[in-house]
C-alpha cells in the first residue's frame, strides 16, 4: 500500500514538476524566443537540455522539508491531542495537498499565458496547509513578510538594471554613427559582463547545496575563475564580432544595425540557456521538495527536518520539466517574449544581463527574489526605456495581478485539499506509516 502513495505522490510531483516546465521554464527562454533568434523548437530542446542537466547534476541533493521554513514541522507535534504519529500523517497529507495546489495554480496560470513563480505557489500551498493543520502560530510570518516584499523587489531592481544597462546599448553601439564599428569595440565588454555575471550565479544560486563539497570552487577563488573565463569570452566574442562586422561601417545604418543585431543572437542563446541551467539546480529540488519529504515520512515514519532528495526524484522533476516545456511552454514564451515590449537581440542580453545581476546580488544579501518577477520586471525596463509607449500596460496588470493571487489562491486550494484528505485518507496513511 505504501509503494502506492509513493507512486501516487511521485504523479503529482511530476505533474507540479510538468507545470514548472509550462511556466517557470519558459521565462528562461522567452528572450530568446522573443527576439527571434531560437524558434520555439528549438527553444524547447536548448531549455530541455539545460533544465535537466541542471536538475539532475547539480541539483539541490538536501532541501528542507517545509519549503523554506514557511511552516515548522515540529509545531504539529505539539498540538493538543496529537502523538508524534499523528503529525507525521499530518505532514504527508499535508505535502501533498501542498503539491497539488501549486500544480493546479501553476495551470491555472499558463493556460492564461500568466507567468507565476513556482516558489511562492508551493510558499503559499503550504503555508495555507500549515494554517488550516496548526493554526497561526505554525506560520513563519516573518518569513511571508520577505516573500511579499520579494513582489516589489525583483521586478523594480530588475527593471532598473535592465533600464540602465539599454541605455547603455542605445547610447554605445545601436546609436553611434557608426554601429558596426561601435559593436566590435563595445561588445567583448558586454560579453566580459554577462559572462561572469552568469557563471557567478550559477556558482552562487545553482551550487549553493554543493558547493560546501566543491573546495576550488569557493569563496574570491570561484569569483577570479568565473573573470578569468569571462576574459576568454571577450576575447571570443571580439574575434565573432571583428569577422562578422568589419568593413561593414560604411553601409547605410539600417544594413548595419540589421548585422549588429545578428551578432547579439549568439549571446542571447547562451544567455537565455545558462539561466535555464541555474535554474533547474536551485529551482527544481525545492519544487519536488514535498514529495521528498513523503517518500522520507513513508520510510521512517517519523519527521525529519532536513531530508535527502533521491536521484529518481530529481530525474522525476527533470523529466517532467522538460514534458511541460515541450507541450505547454509555448504560452508563457510568447506572453514575455514578445507581449510585454518588443524584443531583439540586443534587448533580450539586456534583460538576461539585468536579471541575473539582480538575482546574484539579492542570492548574496539573502533577499528572496524570484527569477520570474525578475525577468519580467527587466523585460519591462527595456520597455520603459523606449517610453511608456513601449509597454503593453494590459498585459503588466494581467502579469501583476496573477503575481498578487499566486500566494493567497494557492494557500486557499492548499487548505481545502488538506481538510478533504485528512477527512478521507488519515486512517489509510496513519496504518501505512504505523506498518
Same mark, same amino acid.
Given at each position: 500500500?505504501?509503494?502506492?502513495?509513493?507512486?501516487?505522490?511521485?504523479?503529482? @510531483?511530476?505533474?507540479?514538476?510538468?507545470?514548472?516546465?509550462?511556466?517557470?521554464?519558459?521565462?528562461?527562454?522567452?528572450?530568446?524566443?522573443?527576439?527571434?533568434?531560437?524558434?520555439?523548437?528549438?527553444?524547447?530542446?536548448?531549455?530541455?537540455?539545460?533544465?535537466?542537466?541542471?536538475?539532475?547534476?547539480?541539483?539541490?541533493?538536501?532541501?528542507?522539508?517545509?519549503?523554506?521554513?514557511?511552516?515548522?514541522?515540529?509545531?504539529?507535534?505539539?498540538?493538543?491531542?496529537?502523538?508524534?504519529?499523528?503529525?507525521?500523517?499530518? #505532514?504527508?497529507?499535508?505535502?501533498?495537498?501542498?503539491?497539488?495546489?501549486?500544480?493546479?495554480?501553476?495551470?491555472?496560470?499558463?493556460?492564461? &499565458?500568466?507567468?507565476?513563480?513556482?516558489?511562492?505557489?508551493?510558499?503559499?500551498?503550504?503555508? &495555507?496547509?500549515?494554517?488550516?493543520?496548526?493554526?497561526?502560530?505554525?506560520?513563519?510570518?516573518?518569513?511571508?513578510?520577505?516573500?511579499?516584499?520579494?513582489?516589489?523587489?525583483?521586478?523594480?531592481?530588475?527593471?532598473?538594471?535592465?533600464?540602465?544597462?539599454?541605455?547603455?546599448?542605445?547610447?554605445?553601439? %545601436?546609436?553611434?554613427?557608426?554601429?558596426?564599428?561601435?559593436?566590435?569595440?563595445?561588445?567583448?565588454?558586454?560579453?566580459?559582463?554577462?559572462?561572469?555575471?552568469?557563471?557567478?550565479?550559477?556558482?552562487?544560486? @545553482?551550487?549553493?547545496? $554543493?558547493?560546501?563539497?566543491?573546495?576550488?570552487?569557493?569563496?574570491?577563488?570561484?569569483?577570479?575563475?568565473?573573470?578569468?573565463?569571462?576574459?576568454?569570452?571577450?576575447?571570443? $566574442?571580439?574575434?565573432?564580432?571583428?569577422?562578422?562586422?568589419?568593413?561593414?561601417?560604411?553601409?547605410?545604418?539600417?544594413?548595419?544595425?540589421?548585422?549588429?543585431?545578428?551578432?547579439?543572437?549568439?549571446?542571447?542563446?547562451?544567455?537565455?540557456?545558462?539561466?535555464?541551467?541555474?535554474?533547474?539546480?536551485?529551482?527544481?529540488?525545492?519544487?519536488?521538495?514535498?514529495?521528498?519529504?513523503?517518500?522520507?515520512?513513508?520510510?521512517?515514519?517519523?519527521?525529519?527536518?532536513?531530508?535527502?532528495?533521491?536521484?529518481?526524484?530529481?530525474? %522525476? &522533476?527533470?523529466?517532467?520539466?522538460?514534458?511541460?516545456?515541450?507541450?505547454?511552454?509555448?504560452? $508563457?514564451?510568447?506572453?514575455?517574449?514578445?507581449?510585454?515590449?518588443?524584443?531583439?537581440?540586443?534587448? &533580450?542580453?539586456?534583460?538576461?544581463?539585468?536579471?541575473?545581476?539582480?538575482? %546574484?546580488?539579492?542570492?548574496? #544579501?539573502?533577499?528572496?527574489?524570484?527569477?520570474?518577477?525578475?525577468? $519580467?520586471?527587466?523585460?519591462?525596463?527595456?520597455? %520603459?526605456?523606449?517610453?511608456?509607449?513601449?509597454?503593453?500596460?494590459?498585459?503588466?496588470?494581467?502579469?501583476?495581478?496573477?503575481?498578487?493571487?499566486?500566494?493567497?489562491?494557492?494557500?486557499?486550494?492548499?487548505?481545502?485539499?488538506?481538510?478533504?484528505?485528512?477527512?478521507?485518507?488519515?486512517?489509510?496513511?496513519?496504518?501505512?506509516?504505523?506498518?
Amino acid at each position: 500500500m505504501d509503494f502506492l502513495i509513493i507512486l501516487f505522490a511521485a504523479a503529482l @510531483g511530476l505533474y507540479m514538476a510538468w507545470n514548472i516546465g509550462a511556466n517557470d521554464v519558459a521565462n528562461s527562454m522567452a528572450d530568446a524566443v522573443g527576439s527571434r533568434a531560437i524558434s520555439i523548437r528549438n527553444a524547447v530542446i536548448a531549455a530541455g537540455i539545460c533544465e535537466f542537466a541542471g536538475a539532475v547534476l547539480v541539483g539541490a541533493q538536501v532541501t528542507e522539508t517545509v519549503r523554506t521554513g514557511i511552516v515548522d514541522p515540529a509545531v504539529l507535534a505539539t498540538l493538543p491531542g496529537i502523538t508524534p504519529h499523528d503529525a507525521a500523517v499530518i #505532514l504527508v497529507i499535508g505535502m501533498t495537498a501542498s503539491l497539488l495546489s501549486a500544480a493546479f495554480w501553476l495551470n491555472f496560470s499558463t493556460c492564461f &499565458g500568466m507567468p507565476v513563480s513556482t516558489t511562492h505557489s508551493i510558499v503559499g500551498a503550504v503555508a &495555507g496547509f500549515g494554517l488550516v493543520a496548526a493554526g497561526w502560530q505554525a506560520v513563519n510570518w516573518g518569513k511571508m513578510g520577505q516573500i511579499v516584499s520579494s513582489w516589489f523587489i525583483s521586478p523594480v531592481a530588475g527593471g532598473i538594471f535592465s533600464y540602465i544597462m539599454f541605455i547603455y546599448i542605445s547610447k554605445a553601439i %545601436l546609436g553611434s554613427d557608426k554601429p558596426a564599428r561601435a559593436a566590435i569595440r563595445h561588445m567583448p565588454f558586454i560579453a566580459f559582463i554577462l559572462t561572469a555575471l552568469v557563471l557567478m550565479a550559477t556558482i552562487y544560486k @545553482g551550487l549553493t547545496h $554543493v558547493i560546501k563539497n566543491i573546495d576550488w570552487l569557493s569563496g574570491s577563488r570561484a569569483v577570479w575563475i568565473s573573470l578569468a573565463l569571462a576574459l576568454v569570452a571577450a576575447v571570443v $566574442v571580439r574575434f565573432y564580432a571583428r569577422h562578422k562586422l568589419q568593413g561593414r561601417e560604411n553601409d547605410r545604418i539600417g544594413a548595419q544595425l540589421e548585422a549588429v543585431e545578428k551578432v547579439f543572437v549568439p549571446l542571447v542563446i547562451i544567455s537565455s540557456c545558462s539561466v535555464a541551467f541555474a535554474h533547474g539546480a536551485n529551482d527544481v529540488a525545492n519544487s519536488v521538495g514535498p514529495l521528498a519529504a513523503i517518500v522520507n515520512i513513508l520510510k521512517t515514519g517519523a519527521i525529519d527536518a532536513k531530508v535527502p532528495v533521491p536521484l529518481w526524484i530529481l530525474a %522525476l &522533476g527533470g523529466t517532467g520539466i522538460v514534458l511541460g516545456l515541450a507541450t505547454y511552454g509555448y504560452r $508563457v514564451m510568447m506572453t514575455v517574449g514578445t507581449k510585454i515590449t518588443e524584443i531583439t537581440p540586443s534587448r &533580450g542580453v539586456a534583460a538576461d544581463i539585468a536579471a541575473t545581476a539582480t538575482v %546574484l546580488a539579492c542570492t548574496r #544579501l539573502s533577499l528572496p527574489v524570484s527569477t520570474t518577477h525578475t525577468l $519580467v520586471g527587466a523585460i519591462l525596463g527595456i520597455g %520603459l526605456a523606449r517610453g511608456l509607449g513601449g509597454i503593453n500596460k494590459k498585459i503588466v496588470y494581467s502579469i501583476f495581478g496573477s503575481w498578487m493571487f499566486t500566494v493567497p489562491a494557492a494557500a486557499i486550494m492548499s487548505g481545502i485539499l488538506y481538510v478533504i484528505g485528512k477527512l478521507l485518507f488519515f486512517d489509510m496513511v496513519s496504518r501505512i506509516i504505523g506498518a
